[in-house]
């Protein structure tokens, strides 16, 4: 190939695009069903100085800007662009409803994107990114998810240090050089269509997983999460106790047992037909035993009895929950209603642990609940015969290991395991 | 990186809503059970009306959470010392015209009688002694048990016969709306055989995935609030023949046929059982290799990858000097329908394969030494 010939290739932006795709295929082959969904469009530099990509997968460029960097940093910039279709970036933002706040909601999605890519040791371009250590200021850190992120900002950051733009890939608001979103030659990708997609990706990381070990953490997790996705512990335990209290309480239901008060009006009209009574049983109660030995924060303790409160609540129980604080002894028993009254809760506590003696506590209680929910860390003695007072045990625990320990007539919530935040 | 994959709570879109929408009218032609999720007021009752419509079919509405059980189940009535149960009047209209549709709301605040009574209705579609006909279509609608102040999480045996599709107005469409255009997508009905065609078809891929995928059969979720949704068990795989074929007959989009699996058997196996089905569609590695010049490049760019990857593929296990050139076609006919990059992906590979003393086509270098030399691969 002649010199004049290998110029033009060098002033070709659209082939330093598509070379910078290339490589970044060649480092993270397992993301390519996003990388090749990218249609590639060029704009005006006047309009876009950079890189960006719209809500319909279309990755503009300004030929200026991909022509000042080496095919290795675009590579970069492809994969961080990727990331933000990966993690539907723009889809939560629409659940956040804080449509004002995107340049936060960029810079926090910028941030833990880039941090992966760091971790794989990725060259960058001329343009310095936004990388976590820049907002360490601000408490951000690497174990926080992309809206932990952005609600931290938006409370503590009161200027903007950075204003990127990466597209309305991050927030879905239109830019001025995007094409119509059903344009004749590079139509956008639907949205359902990008789920598709997005599925088949998780499907090739998970597959790469199983033979190699080169997948970045939080790609794969991400992907097992699309694959197998996780319940948050609230959520579970909300479902357990939705459950409980609906067997509990059989709520208000139909039975044939007992006549109808009707009945009577029936025979007199001379009608055969047989109606059912209904029964509503008295509301179920829901008593929870803390573990305040200490090793559980007092905010975390908080938050678990705010949420217990909320969903009972929420689940049509009037008559609130009875704490129980309990270290090696129990402490007073107090009823809470409300999510208000949780700060005035006491938890004395410190040393020791001992769960049973919280349980029996609990089964002194007159009268005597049907659910009872204990919140520990599972380091402690249980009772080893089954409290047959209650009609359900629910055990929330904080640390993993002691899973083991827990007596089988209690049904288990694991704190941690579905309670990724990352 | 949240985990949150973004699609538990999801702010709906007009695509989403289309999709749904289209899904929804498979699920009520096919006479596959039905059930919408999403709050009160989101028009879910006038887009089964509009359906019913279309499809010209009589529709019943009823409220659950305001009905009793005998409501569904019959009333007990004594005649000559025998019990009969007397139907209800709507299911008597039901089963005097044929090709109804059954439109149920509200079902997950109803007592648990009523939903047990209920269970049998969407399942054999009999109401007391009085049978509603195969023909009927069952829909439910229930509010996600976190929203509603009474709701509880369906029993499993009851979540597990229904398709489950999230319902949510997107704000354009309720704009629209007000303006004086509802949106309404009509999906063709699909003629017998071509139903039938595409049954056999659709069985037989999710009969290869189960064997491929015997632990995706049966997958009880863990949690209350999971099993209350979609999950697999051979019913739903059933179900997602039966609604895939309809979908295919009728020509919906990836998008649909993939809003319908995930109703039947739930977000995980609905990815790997969409990506399995997709994979199956493309063109066979093999026979892209016997005729590299007439294979037909599919359209969207990650299925191309694809295709190239299995070529690839299927050349490493076989290499010979006719077949690594008819790989090296491939990989000129991928670059010349305008996507050089995706050729180049595999030009390493390719050239690792060169059995001695081959040279590749002029064409093929053509077509990949430009950007093979500006990604600085040689």
């Known amino acids: ?105 960029n810079i926090a999605g910028d941030a833990g994107i880039n941090a992966i890519l760091d971790e794989a040791k990725m060259p960058w371009p001329s343009v310095e990114p936004i990388r976590i250590r820049d907002l360490r200021h601000w408490n951000i850190t690497e174990d926080m998810s992309t809206e932990g992120m952005f609600y931290r900002l938006l409370e503590v950051m009161d200027k903007r240090p950075f204003n990127p733009d990466c597209g309305s890939i991050t927030d879905r608001r239109r830019r001025t050089y995007e094409l119509a979103p059903s344009h004749d030659v590079s139509p956008g990708l639907r949205i359902d269509q990008q789920a598709v997609v997005r599925d088949r990706t998780a499907h090739d990381i998970v597959q790469r997983s199983h033979t190699q070990g080169d997948v970045p953490a939080g790609l794969l997790r991400w992907a097992q999460e699309i694959l197998q996705p996780t319940v948050s512990w609230r959520e579970e335990l909300a479902g357990r106790m939705r459950r409980d209290l609906a067997m509990v309480a059989g709520r208000r239901d139909y039975v044939y047992t007992r006549p109808s008060r009707r009945q009577s009006v029936m025979t007199r009209l001379g009608s055969t037909v047989v109606l059912p009574a209904m029964r509503q049983p008295a509301p179920p109660r829901v008593a929870c035993v803390i573990d305040t030995s200490g090793s559980i924060s007092d905010s975390e303790l908080r938050d678990f009895a705010s949420e217990l409160v909320g969903i009972t609540r929420a689940s049509g129980v009037s008559s609130g929950v009875t704490v129980i604080p309990c270290d090696a002894s129990p402490g007073p028993v107090q009823r809470i209603r409300s999510r208000s009254e949780i700060e005035r809760l006491e938890l004395p506590g410190g040393g020791g642990t001992d769960m049973g003696a919280g349980i029996q506590r609990a089964q002194e209680l007159k009268p005597l609940p049907h659910i009872l929910v204990i919140f520990t860390d599972g380091h402690t003695p249980w009772p080893e015969v089954q409290p047959r007072e209650f009609s359900s045990v629910i055990v929330v625990l904080s640390d993993t290991t002691t899973r083991g320990d827990v007596p089988s007539w209690a049904r288990v919530i694991d704190l941690n395991e579905s309670n990724q935040t990352f | ?307 190239g990857a299995g070529v690839l593929a299927v050349l490493r296990n076989d290499t010979t000097a006719q077949r690594w050139h008819a790989a090296g076609l491939v990989l000129e006919r991928i670059a010349s329908g305008g996507h050089p990059d995706i050729a180049v992906s595999f030009a390493r590979d390719w050239i690792a394969e060169r059995p001695p003393g081959e040279m590749p086509d002029s064409a093929v270098l053509k077509a990949l030494v430009p950007l093979l030399k500006e990604a600085r691969l040689i």
């Open chain 1, 1 to 105: 190939m002649n010199v004049t010939a290998a110029n033009e290739i060098a002033h070709d932006p659209h082939l330093r695009v598509m070379a910078a795709r290339v490589i970044a295929q060649q480092r993270w082959p397992y993301v390519s069903s996003i990388l090749f969904s990218l249609k590639l469009v060029k704009v005006r530099h006047e309009e876009l100085s950079t890189i960006a990509v719209d809500s319909g997968w279309r990755l503009y460029y300004s030929p200026q800007f991909v022509l000042d960097q080496t095919p290795e940093a675009l590579a970069t910039v492809l994969l961080h662009e990727s990331m933000h279709c990966l993690h539907d970036h723009a889809g939560r933002f629409a659940v956040i409803q804080q449509p004002d706040e995107h340049v936060t909601w």
């Open chain 2, 1 to 307: 990186m949240g985990l949150d994959a973004g699609e538990v709570k999801c702010v709906a879109t007009t695509d989403e809503y289309e999709s749904t929408y289209r899904a929804l009218e498979i699920c009520i032609a096919s006479r596959v059970p039905v059930i919408l999720w999403g709050p009160p007021g989101q028009g879910k009752t006038s887009v089964i009306r509009a359906i019913a419509k279309h499809q010209d079919r009589h529709l019943e509405v009823l409220l659950a959470s305001i009905r009793e059980p005998q409501d569904f189940a019959g009333l007990p009535s004594i005649h000559d010392g025998r019990a009969h149960l007397v139907p209800p009047d709507w299911a008597v209209r039901l089963s005097e015209v044929s090709n109804g549709i059954l439109f149920t709301d509200e079902v997950n605040t109803a007592p648990p009688s009523v939903q047990a009574a209920l269970l049998r209705v969407s399942l054999d579609k009999v109401a007391g002694d009085c049978d509603l006909g195969q023909d009927t279509s069952v829909v439910a609608a229930a509010n996600p048990p976190e929203q509603a102040a009474d709701g509880w999480d369906l029993a499993p045996p009851l979540a597990n016969r229904f398709c489950h599709l999230p319902w949510e107005l997107p704000t354009e469409v309720v704009r629209d709306g007000f303006a004086g255009r509802w949106r309404h997508y009509g999906v063709p009905v699909p003629s017998e055989e071509a139903i039938e065609d595409a049954l056999v078809r659709e069985r037989v891929r999710v009969a290869g995935f189960l064997t491929a995928r015997p632990d995706l059969a049966t997958v009880l979720p863990k949690t209350a609030s999971e099993q209350g949704r979609a999950f697999p068990t051979p019913r739903s795989w059933d179900m997602v023949s039966t609604l895939t074929a309809w979908a295919t007959a009728s020509r919906q989009t990836e998008g649909v046929i993939r809003i319908l699996i995930r109703g039947c058997v739930g977000p995980g196996a609905s990815a790997e059982y969409l990506t399995y089905r997709e994979s199956l569609d493309l063109p066979d590695p093999e026979k892209v290799l016997g005729d590299p010049r007439s294979f037909a490049l599919p359209l969207r760019t990650d299925q191309i990858y694809v295709v």
